[in-house]
Every structure is written in structure tokens, then in C-alpha cells.
């Protein structure tokens, strides 16, 4: 299992080095300097030059590259070119706002799949499984973006029971905060419901052919007990994988929804970089947001391996 | 044929008709203004309304379709088109240094939140189409090169393929000549699945802005354009939508029912 852990941790900390290069060049060779951005078309030369310096942009790029690097793994992320405050501030103050995000959309995509999935595989091949199916082949198919407009419409708009989009913020308490967050994770948790419920079925239907069901049948367990005691808790491994995958979906999504909803996220961090070209902070938040999904893919990994002894050998 | 096959080619062929019919007939002009006849809802001169510009509802989404189609179907290109030869030089030299690059090359890709590169190379290149589909197609590009390798990988352990070594054929010839026909009906499952996900990936794009731009019609910005008004103009939120969903759910339902009527294997269970 150690072997194994370090052999993963190796090509973790590679994949986040090229990783970390690619971002950084395809933000550097981007055309538009930032300093002269910043100072509009009439600046003159040296006063570019000096906001140059000033914004560290003088030096040569592998050697930002390496300060970059470097600062983010003690976490000094740099300093916004725009608000010149540290982007490590601007990043933890926005997290507040996506991670409780995507984890309540997880946890929604979680509790809404798992009985959906356990209960269409229970009647495979019976009206409620075809419906199931019908209505998760729906969910895959629906933008959910197009989704959230429709909440909003719903439940914001004509039946008033939610704001239209905002956040309220930790400081008025968690049930304000959760509140407005609510609609945006329904959104994002749906489209992701429909195909962690699939997986759960078709995953459930693989392991009640196995040899060990009807061995627990015939020593005496009723359909129900076996299925719950043997069937879901084999069918979650492949099950784990999916939920990891869905963690980049979800911050990838959430990108999209906190447009639709006006949320103070680093999806919406990123758009106004993007625009006033405040690459470092466009650099970090995307280098974040893939170390996020590298991180929980190793951490997939070892669970993975963890439960089941046969993975380990295999690298 | 399942009646999946069937249901989804019918959703798909209406929306590729839409888009092939608007090259030579629409309604109206797409991008033709008419105040007057502003935030109409669906009526018999204009079958699915007017917009803020009075534009007709029913010509822009089908000139939509064809923006949706056209970078959706570029991007499965790219990823076939670079995917497919990786996947089959990497099942060929197995266990090599190039099957392993290839392979870690893979998982970096996959690593990678696709839309949030997708965001990023649109924003910091500029928005656009062109762009958009460079965006899309790189991450096509592994998830063709794996399917390829793993089909590939047992087909090079069979007979026929080592009777073509035998008769002296070059490791790239019996790729080209024998193992591709054996995994294009895969390919085609897997590219219409990635086509879906291509047309939702789009419709996001440009739902942000940075998909095709302006005149060009396309329906996410057309969903961005309606986000405002959908509390008194509901239809011009409802219409695009339900356009993306019947071309993703057909293009789902028709993969689904392909791999079925493909797949010998359950072909025979079900006989």
C-alpha cells in the first residue's frame, strides 16, 4: 500500500507541475500587456516601464514562472495587478462562496441518485426502472444553466420563495447563506443526479449477477437484505470514482451558474480578471481549481486501492 | 433497431434538418429587426414568437442549429482526427515509451476541469467560435485516443491479426488495415456521445459569451439574452432550451441505441 501511495504521489506532484506550466504559458503568450492595459493607450513609455517593474513583469518569465510556483506552495499567491490586494485573500474570500456550493450540489447529486439508482436496479427491467431511466436520460440532456433560469423563474419569480440570484453572505447567518445558495446547487446537482444514478444502476445490476447474491440469498436473506447488505455496498466503488469525476464537473459548472445567479465566486473572480487582464489572479484561480480535481482524483485513487486490495499490484 | 435508435435519430434528423433547410429558407430573416413586432409569443406568423428586436424566434434557432451543429462536429473532428492515430500507435508499441506518454498525456488532459480550460483559452485568446472548438476538441482528443487503445489492445492478442504479421505487413499497416475496421463501430457510438456533450458545451460557451459572437445566431447566447426579460418573456428562455435538449437528448438516445444494434454480443442475447 505504501508503494503504491508514493508511486501515486509522484505522478500527482507531476501532473501539477506541467499542469502548472501549461496555465502558465497559455496566459503568458496571450497578446495584451498588462501594464499598458492598465494605463490606457496614451501612457507614456517610462511611466508603462515603471508600472512594469512595479508589477514585477521586468524579470525574465521563467523566473516569474518559478516565483509563481514557489509563492503558491507556501501560498503567497501573488498580488492582484487590478485591486493590488493579495490573491490569496480575493481567492479564500470567493471559496466561501463555490466550495459550500459545490459541496451542497455533491451532496444533493448524492442523496437524489443513490435511492433513484438502488431503486431502478431493484425493478430492473419494470415500468419504475424504464421511467427512472426515462426521466435520468432527461436530466443528461438539460443545460444547467438553462435549468437554473428556470428556477428562478419557478420558485424566485412566481412563487417567491427564493431570491432571484445574490448571496447574503456568511455574516447573516447559515440559514440566509444556504438559502441563496440553494437554488444554484439544485441546478447544478440535478444534470449531475441523473448520471451518478445510472452508474449507480447499471454498477448495482453488475454485482447482483455475482456468485456471492445468490449466496446470500440461499443462506437465508430476504431480496431486500441482500441487496443492501452485499449488492450496494460492492456496487459503491465504482460508484466513488464517478463522485470524484463529478467534484470538476461541479466546479466547472459552477463557474457557469454563479453567472446565472449573480454569486460572488471564483467562477465570477475569474470573468472580471479575464476582462481587466489581471493574469496573475486568472493563473492562480485555474491552477487552484485543477489542483483541486488532481487532489481529490489521487485521494479517489486510494480509497480505491484501500478497499480493495487487487488495485494496488495494478499501477 | 431499439425504439431508443429510432426516437433519438428522428430528434436528430429534425434538428440537422432545421439547420440544413435555414442555408436555403427561413422564415424570416434571422437578424432582420422589427420593433413593432416586438416580445410576441407564439403565434401563427411567427411560430415561436419574437424577441427584444423583434427578430423571429423561429429562424434564429434554426440558424442556431446550425452554429451548434457545425462546432460540435468540428470539435468530434479534432478529437478523432488526433485521437483515433494516438490510441492506435500507442496500442501498436504497448508498454513502450511512446504508449506511455501517450497515456500520462491522457490523464493530464483528463485532470484538467474541461470547461474550465475551455473558459480559459476562449477568454485569454479571444471569444469565437474557432476558438470554442479548439476548446471542445482538445479534450475530445484522449477520450478517443482511450477507446481506441483499449479496443485496439485486445484485438492485437488475436489470430487474424497475427496471420497479418505473419504475411509480413508493417505494425501501422495492420493499425490502418485491420485494427481500425474493427473499432469504427466504437468510434461511432463514442462520437456521437461526444457530440452531445460538444452541443452542451457550446450552448455554455456561448451562454458566458464566449461562444460564437454576434450576428451569428447562437442558442446559448440567445438563453444569456433572455435571462433578463424570462420574468415577463418566458418563451424566449423556454424555446432555446427545449431546442439543446431535444438535440442532446436525441443524439443520447440515438448513441444508446447505436451501441445496442452495433454490439453483436447483445444482439444475440436478445434474439
Redesign the interface.
Known amino acids: 500500500m505504501l508503494r503504491y501511495s508514493l508511486k501515486r504521489l509522484a505522478?500527482l506532484i507531476?501532473?501539477l507541475a506541467?499542469?502548472s506550466l501549461v496555465?502558465f504559458s497559455?496566459?503568458e503568450v496571450?497578446?495584451g500587456d498588462p501594464a499598458r492595459f492598465m494605463l490606457g493607450i496614451n501612457a507614456q513609455p517610462d511611466t508603462v516601464a515603471a508600472l512594469r517593474a512595479e508589477l514585477g513583469l521586468d524579470v525574465p518569465k521563467w523566473q516569474r514562472y518559478l516565483d509563481w510556483v514557489g509563492g503558491m506552495a507556501t501560498g503567497d499567491f501573488g498580488t492582484s495587478y487590478t485591486y493590488r490586494t493579495p490573491v490569496a485573500q480575493m481567492v479564500a474570500d470567493r471559496l466561501w462562496v463555490s466550495l459550500p456550493l459545490a459541496l451542497y450540489a455533491l451532496m444533493l447529486s448524492t442523496l437524489i441518485a443513490f435511492p433513484a439508482g438502488i431503486f431502478a436496479a431493484a425493478r430492473r427491467g419494470r415500468p419504475a426502472d424504464a421511467a427512472v431511466m426515462g426521466v435520468t436520460?432527461?436530466g443528461?440532456?438539460?443545460?444547467n444553466?438553462?435549468f437554473a433560469?428556470?428556477l428562478?423563474?419557478i420558485f424566485a419569480?412566481k412563487l417567491r420563495l427564493f431570491g432571484a440570484g445574490g448571496f447574503a453572505g456568511w455574516d447573516k447567518g447559515a440559514w440566509a447563506a444556504m438559502k441563496s445558495l440553494t437554488l444554484p446547487a439544485v441546478a447544478l446537482a440535478l444534470p449531475q443526479a441523473a448520471i451518478l444514478a445510472r452508474v449507480m444502476r447499471s454498477a448495482l445490476l453488475d454485482v447482483l449477477g455475482e456468485d456471492y447474491m445468490r449466496t446470500a440469498r440461499a443462506k437465508g436473506l430476504s431480496r431486500r437484505q441482500a441487496l443492501w447488505r452485499h449488492g450496494v455496498r460492492n456496487a459503491l466503488i465504482p460508484v466513488l470514482t464517478i463522485i470524484g469525476l463529478q467534484f470538476?464537473?461541479l466546479?466547472?459548472?459552477s463557474?457557469?451558474i454563479e453567472?446565472?445567479f449573480y454569486l460572488p465566486g471564483l467562477g465570477r473572480l475569474?470573468?472580471q480578471a479575464?476582462s481587466s487582464r489581471d493574469l496573475i489572479v486568472?493563473e492562480s484561480v485555474?491552477m487552484l481549481?485543477?489542483f483541486a480535481?488532481?487532489v481529490v482524483?489521487f485521494l479517489v485513487d486510494l480509497a480505491y486501492a484501500a478497499v480493495d486490495p487487487r488495485l494496488r499490484s495494478r499501477t | 433497431m431499439s425504439r431508443n435508435l429510432i426516437l433519438g435519430a428522428a430528434l436528430s434528423s429534425l434538428i440537422l434538418a432545421a439547420a440544413l433547410i435555414s442555408f436555403v429558407w427561413t422564415p424570416y430573416d434571422f437578424a432582420a429587426m422589427n420593433i413593432p413586432e416586438k416580445l410576441q409569443t407564439p403565434n401563427a406568423r411567427h411560430w415561436f414568437g419574437t424577441d427584444h428586436f423583434g427578430r423571429d424566434m423561429f429562424s434564429m434557432i434554426m440558424v442556431g442549429a446550425r452554429t451548434s451543429i457545425a462546432v460540435a462536429l468540428v470539435a468530434v473532428g479534432i478529437g478523432m482526427g488526433l485521437g483515433v492515430p494516438l490510441g492506435l500507435a500507442a496500442a501498436a508499441r504497448k508498454g513502450s515509451w511512446l504508449d506511455e506518454v501517450i497515456m500520462r498525456g491522457n490523464d493530464l488532459v483528463f485532470a484538467f476541469p474541461s470547461l474550465v480550460i475551455a473558459i480559459l483559452i476562449t477568454a485569454v485568446y479571444g471569444a469565437g467560435a474557432i476558438n470554442a472548438i479548439i476548446a471542445i476538441g482538445i479534450f475530445n482528443i484522449p477520450v478517443f485516443a482511450r477507446i481506441t487503445r483499449g479496443a485496439a489492445l485486445s484485438l492485437w492478442e488475436r489470430e487474424f491479426i497475427m496471420a497479418a504479421r505473419v504475411a509480413g505487413k508493417s505494425d501501422a499497416r495492420i493499425s490502418v488495415e485491420h485494427i481500425l475496421p474493427n473499432v469504427v463501430n466504437l468510434l461511432i457510438v463514442q462520437g456521437t456521445i461526444q457530440f452531445s456533450l460538444g452541443i452542451l458545451a457550446e450552448a455554455g460557451l456561448s451562454y458566458v459569451g464566449l461562444g460564437a459572437q454576434p450576428p451569428t445566431p447562437s442558442w446559448g447566447r440567445m438563453l444569456a439574452d433572455a435571462q433578463t426579460m424570462v420574468s415577463f418573456a418566458p418563451h424566449l428562455a423556454l424555446i432555446p432550451g427545449l431546442a439543446i435538449i431535444v438535440t442532446v437528448l436525441g443524439l443520447n438516445l440515438m448513441g444508446d441505441g447505436l451501441r445496442d444494434w452495433l454490439d453483436p454480443r447483445i444482439r444475440a442475447a436478445r434474439a
Open positions: 505522478s507531476v501532473s506541467v499542469a496555465i497559455v496566459v496571450a497578446p436520460q432527461l443528461i440532456a438539460i443545460p444553466f438553462w433560469m428556470m428562478v423563474l419569480i470538476s464537473f466546479l466547472a459548472g463557474i457557469i453567472q446565472v475569474v470573468f479575464i486568472v485555474v481549481l485543477v480535481v488532481i482524483n
